[in-house]
């Protein structure tokens, strides 16, 4: 969790500081109280079945995250990640169907994702468009694009690779863990390892927080803009396998808000929206908060616009936590 | 620097060419009255992406075609989206449309449009959608929705053969007037209202299948003592079905949809749905564009709420409900000939 705007140590440090030396503790701090809350205010849902269903229904939205918080950390934001992995899907789904071999479909499909995120960085870089406006549109045409392929149809999935994720499953400690689970938790180690240990995660902090200094300290900006469009559409394209794992079919209409859902878990996480601050580790805890929040308060029979209501409020309070500690730290 | 604002432009254009609503025209003109001949349908649906609207808008521009009426299709961009219906009809108004199909976004949302181009003379009838007030278009033929409810409350109640229900209920976008209508309907089929201790929970899933999934696999955390599933539509079914499935529970319970499209038909026929209640757009986008044929040459407009009618789809028939096997449903799925 080392970020390039770490302050040098101090005897005591403000509580504005810590948090934004150690962005992943707030939000840990909210899932721990959220599990604790739910675990006593119910029979049901301290439960490994449930908390093993709990960490699968964030799953998708997590694998969104982990690419949106790349994005976010350069200060971009990426709109389309959810339509890029919907038409993806539907890309796996129709390839399969259509007596494709599995693995050929599903290559298919992450290419289709990494050429969106090519697409996008390279008129990020090339012609220095806002990335929520080149984001907007793309979601616009890819939206558009899922609906051309499968005519508002949903296409079932019987291949077993693009299953795989959600099928196979093991007990670890009792716990029911499903491939997909264990291939999001490899998938945030390696970014956060790559964020944290290479030169690529220096260059990446350095862009975000300060694009023309980095350029003057001679690191190539805009490679490293791509890159991140790159790794973020490989996410995408794993996200979308993630979602065939999860639900039998591949439909247009589903996750319309995914991309909405994966700002959410990164701004939760604690990663700054104006970049530069934030970590992958927060994220995974800002996707689990939002999946603890929805199951917890559907087991205690809360109705679903009071769900959206908690989960508002909650990531406004994560903005104002975010700016609190900027504030304190410029002081 | 030219090169670059040169790829600006052109990306400017590709932008303004794959956004925005998908626009029909086949006509210019601007005679907008009935008794003047030639009958010019245009046609408002909720979106112009999902099945049940392309069914619906095929269906009514094969009836023009074969009626020698000019047709014209326009959509809103989502379901919900009242701006973008309220500018389609506007739209239609300026090309001269004389009749007006349209299936409101929102029961309320539109009306102001719909009034402006009544009192211009021109014919307007609300298909699938009832608006509210009802007598805010000249007619309305659309699914009973509240009675097709209440036929699949009525299935599932005699599918349970006596036992109590102990129900689960997944909703779709809360508050819409289909929604209600259906959720209200299979109450009273099944023999239950609002707040009976037979319901053992909810979920709103805005149609959306993996919704469904995640608000049924937290309901059923709560408890797995349920025999009956009411779902509002296919997709949202499905989605049911997957978290039914993963907790072994497909055996014991009843579930029963709403919608009769083919794919739904098929999950049916594969036992994911105990029924499905089927809707007939076809019907209703024929009759709409026969009546503006009839406005066009007498003036004569109808009236009222006419039931194009719903069908229970099963392959375990019960007695003392009417129903289809999934046969004849894969042969008229929403009314089409296949």
Redesign the interface.
């Known amino acids: 969790m080392t970020t390039v705007t770490a302050t040098h140590a101090r005897e005591r440090e403000s509580l504005g500081e810590f948090l934004l030396r150690a962005p992943a503790v707030g939000p840990a701090l909210a899932l721990v109280v959220a599990i604790v809350v739910f675990s006593l205010a119910?029979d049901?849902?301290f439960?490994l079945d449930?908390l093993s269903?709990v960490v699968q229904?964030s799953l998708?939205v997590g694998t969104l995250a982990l690419g949106q918080t790349l994005v976010i950390l350069i200060a971009g934001i990426d709109l389309s990640n959810a339509a890029s992995m919907v038409v993806a899907t539907l890309i796996m789904a129709k390839l399969a169907a259509a007596g494709t071999n599995g693995f050929v479909a599903l290559l298919a499909g992450v290419v289709l994702t990494i050429i969106v995120g090519i697409f996008i960085g390279g008129?990020a870089t090339?012609?220095k468009?806002p990335a929520f406006i080149i984001t907007l549109?793309t979601f616009?045409?890819l939206t558009?694009v899922s609906?051309?392929i499968a005519?508002?149809?949903?296409v079932?999935v019987t291949d077993g690779l693009l299953q795989w994720l959600g099928t196979k499953r093991y007990l670890f400690g009792g716990i029911p863990i499903t491939y997909g689970m264990t291939l999001a938790l490899l998938m945030y180690l390696g970014i956060w390892y790559a964020l944290t240990k290479t030169a690529w995660g220096k260059h990446v902090y350095a862009v975000g927080n300060a694009p023309e200094s980095a350029r003057l300290s001679g690191i190539k900006v805009n490679r490293t803009v791509l890159s991140v469009y790159i790794v973020a559409g490989l996410t995408f394209g794993i996200a979308a396998w993630q979602?065939l794992g999860?639900?039998?079919?591949a439909?247009?209409?589903?996750?319309?808000l995914g991309n909405l859902d994966s700002i959410t878990a990164v701004v939760l996480g604690g990663t700054s929206l104006f970049g530069g601050r934030g970590s992958v580790l927060g994220t995974l805890m800002g996707a689990l908060v939002v999946a603890v929040l929805?199951?917890g308060l559907?087991?205690m029979?809360v109705d679903?616009?009071y769900q959206d209501l908690a989960t508002g409020a909650l990531l406004i309070a994560a903005v104002v936590v975010d700016r609190i500690a900027r504030r304190q730290q410029q002081s | 620097m030219r090169q670059r604002s040169l790829t600006a432009l052109t990306l400017a254009a590709v932008l303004a060419a794959t956004t925005g609503c998908t626009v029909e025209r086949h006509w210019g003109g601007n005679t907008n009255t009935g008794g003047s001949g030639k009958a010019k349908v245009g046609l408002v649906t909720k979106t112009d992406t999902n099945p049940y609207f392309v069914e619906l808008r095929n269906a009514a521009r094969a009836a023009a075609q074969a009626n020698g009426a000019d047709f014209s299709a326009l959509a809103g961009q989502f379901d919900g989206d009242n701006d973008g219906q309220v500018r389609a009809i506007e739209n239609l108004r300026q090309q001269g449309a004389n009749t007006i199909l349209i299936t409101p976004s929102s029961s309320t949302g539109v009306l102001k449009a719909i009034k402006d181009a009544r009192d211009a003379g021109v014919l307007v009838i609300a298909l699938d959608t009832a608006t509210e007030p009802a007598d805010a278009v000249d007619a309305t033929f659309a699914t009973d929705n509240f009675a097709a409810g209440e036929q699949q409350g009525a299935y599932v109640k005699a599918a349970l053969n006596g036992t109590p229900p102990k129900l689960l209920m997944v909703d779709g976008t809360a508050g819409s007037t289909v929604d209600t209508q259906r959720h209200g309907g299979f109450l009273k089929g099944i023999g239950l209202t609002d707040g009976s201790p037979e319901i053992k929970g909810h979920t709103a899933a805005n149609g959306d299948q993996s919704l469904a999934q995640q608000g049924m696999e937290n309901l059923l955390q709560r408890s797995t003592d349920i025999n009956a599933v009411y779902s509002m539509n296919e997709p949202m079914g499905r989605g049911a079905y997957a978290a039914l499935k993963a907790r072994g529970l497909t055996g014991q319970i009843v579930m029963g949809s709403i919608d009769g499209g083919c794919e739904g038909v098929q999950n049916v026929k594969d036992g994911q749905f105990a029924a499905t209640v089927m809707q007939f757009p076809k019907k209703m986008a024929e009759q709409g564009v026969l009546a503006a044929v009839e406005y066009a040459k007498t003036g004569k407009k109808p009236s009222g709420f006419v039931n194009t009618g719903s069908a229970v789809i099963t392959d375990k028939p019960l007695p003392g409900i009417e129903s289809h096997d999934s046969a004849w449903g894969l042969q008229n799925c929403w009314g089409g000939q296949k």
């Open positions: 119910t049901t849902f439960d449930n269903t229904q998708v008129l090339r012609i468009l549109g616009t045409m558009a609906k051309l005519g508002g149809q949903a079932p979602a999860r639900t039998p079919n439909d247009p209409n589903q996750f319309q929805r199951s559907t087991q029979n679903g616009n």
